[in-house]
């Protein structure tokens, strides 16, 4: 690996949660909170990517950078694309690592945790999950589930991901946080292909890259990151920022 680029898509179109990346949390949007993390994770450069001239406003208010992306990308991961070879396109950068921009309580320390798989040349991507010790969510179609088997202290080679609860029988289940780390010709290769069958089935885009040979490993986690997609998960987190504020 040289020289990590740190991207974080944000748009305003979220269905569940609207303006979602500008929702105001301790005196500050959101999307400000996930870049000010990301900037203290210090493992390269990090840019918003974003299709909205206020999101980059904001960003570029803090003494961020932010670059303009278009408005009809299907996927987060099409941003990426767009936004790496406008901000890289003599190609410097070969990972980029994609923070999602609803992640304003993460742990700078996890972001950085997504890198070492990829100092084995075998893995495309990289990702992260955690230990679920809720058993609600072990059925709960909206936590998905990372199926994989242990390839190194803390780190697993992924072998599916699904909503529902898997694999069966005792052991542990694990929490896909969706934070990744591409290599930039993996990138390049995921967002050229067509969707898969099993993407479309359990409506998870990493499946693409499953579907077509594509090597992920996970880091075990920790923390589990809280990702706002409803008020209830916004009103946490300002809850949580503002107490960490506080003390």
């Known amino acids: 690996m040289s020289d990590p680029l740190v991207l974080i898509p944000a748009r305003l179109a979220a269905t569940r949660l609207p303006n979602k990346p500008l929702a105001e949390i301790a005196g500050e949007p959101m999307i400000v909170h996930v870049w000010r993390r990301a900037m203290e994770a210090g493992i390269g450069p990090v ?3 974003t299709d909205t001239p206020d999101i980059a406003a904001v960003i570029e208010a803090q003494g961020g950078l932010a670059v303009m992306t278009r408005v009809d990308h299907a996927s987060g ?29 993460i742990d700078p320390s996890v972001i950085g945790a997504v890198l070492p798989p990829l100092t084995d040349r075998t893995v495309d991507i990289a990702t992260l999950c955690a230990l679920i010790t809720d058993p609600d969510e072990a059925d709960n179609p909206n936590v998905v589930k990372l199926v994989g088997h242990n390839v ?11 909503r529902g609860r898997a694999p069966w029988g005792d052991g542990p289940l694990f929490h896909h946080i969706g934070l990744y780390a591409y290599r930039r010709t993996a990138l390049t290769r995921f967002v050229s292909l067509p969707q898969g069958e099993l993407e479309r089935r359990e409506k998870l885009e990493q499946l693409r890259a499953l579907e077509s040979g594509m090597r992920i490993d996970a880091m075990i986690v920790d923390d589990l990151p809280l990702g706002v997609d409803t008020q ?15 003390n």
Do not use: C
Request: hydrophobic share 40%.
């Open 152 to 162: 190194g202290p803390g780190r697993l080679h992924a072998l599916y991901f699904t």
């Open 232 to 246: 209830a998960d916004l009103d946490r987190a300002r809850t949580l920022l503002t107490r960490r504020r506080l």
């Open 77 to 105: 991961s099409d941003r990426l694309a767009e936004a790496l070879e406008i901000v890289d396109p003599e190609g410097r950068h070969d990972v980029v690592v994609n923070v999602q921009g609803d992640l304003p309580t």
């Open 47 to 49: 840019v918003v990517a």
